[in-house]
């Protein structure tokens, strides 16, 4: 990794640390998003708001746009010198479990932003969540954004994240794809297939990241 690219990571840490909520509520938070965001009815919305909450704050006080397109609708979160990345994730999940395993961002995309730019960093938020087991803020949800209840049979239903708090950020940097081989070779990186689409077409496979076994000299903090 380059200095500048060192430095420009420590300023956005330095934002997010200051100016993101170090707790946030579902029902906040997705106020919020019907209020700023198209992204308003996703059941992730906590990474969502992390996403879109941060776009803001990191354009205010740093400048830089959005990113290069991953598919057409979509593209990566932020881009000033270097494209970054954000990605919010649960130390652990509805059963208590931790997995230091994290999904990244589409593989054939990620290819090409290292063929074609100076580096990409993932932004991360570690977040300890409490879950809505009892399903109050889903029956909250229904009621405020008024939409029916999902028909999805038994126990497929997912569990809503209910509140957060963030534990740590932390940013990954990859400068070129020899890294991601050094990293399929040393087993702290790997692709993960997402499946299929509702449609039976396959989706595209993600990268996945060890960040108990990724090497420290990846890794910025503040």
């Not at 010198?81 to 208590?96: F, M, T």
């Not at 997912?158 to 957060?164: A, D, E, F, I, T």
């Not at 993960?192 to 449609?199: A, E, I, L, V």
Request: charge should be positive; hydrophobic fraction near 35%.
């Amino acid at each position: 990794m380059s200095d500048k690219q060192v430095e420009e990571a420590k300023a956005i840490l330095q934002v997010l640390d200051r100016y993101f909520p170090k707790h946030f509520d579902g029902k906040e938070s997705i106020r919020w998003l019907h209020k700023y965001s198209t992204q308003r009815r996703q059941d992730e919305w906590a990474a969502f708001f992390f996403e879109e909450y941060c776009f803001p704050l990191l354009t205010n006080f740093l400048g830089g746009w959005k990113g290069p397109r991953i598919t057409k609708d979509k593209r990566f979160d932020y881009q000033r010198n270097y494209v970054w990345d954000l990605k919010l994730e649960s130390i652990l999940d509805k059963n208590g479990k931790k997995s230091s395993w994290i999904i990244l961002n589409d593989k054939i995309a990620t290819d090409r932003i290292l063929n074609l730019e100076a580096g990409i960093g993932f932004v991360i938020a570690m977040v300890n969540f409490s879950f809505d087991i009892d399903g109050k803020l889903r029956k909250w949800r229904e009621t405020f954004e008024k939409i029916p209840k999902k028909h999805t049979g038994p126990g497929k239903t997912r569990v809503l994240k209910k509140s957060g708090k963030v534990i740590e950020f932390k940013i990954v940097l990859l400068r070129n794809y020899n890294q991601i081989k050094e990293g399929f070779e040393e087993g702290w990186f790997d692709k993960f297939n997402q499946g299929r689409n509702s449609d039976g077409r396959p989706r595209p496979p993600k990268y996945m990241i060890n960040m108990n076994t990724i090497p420290e000299k990846y890794v910025v903090k503040l």
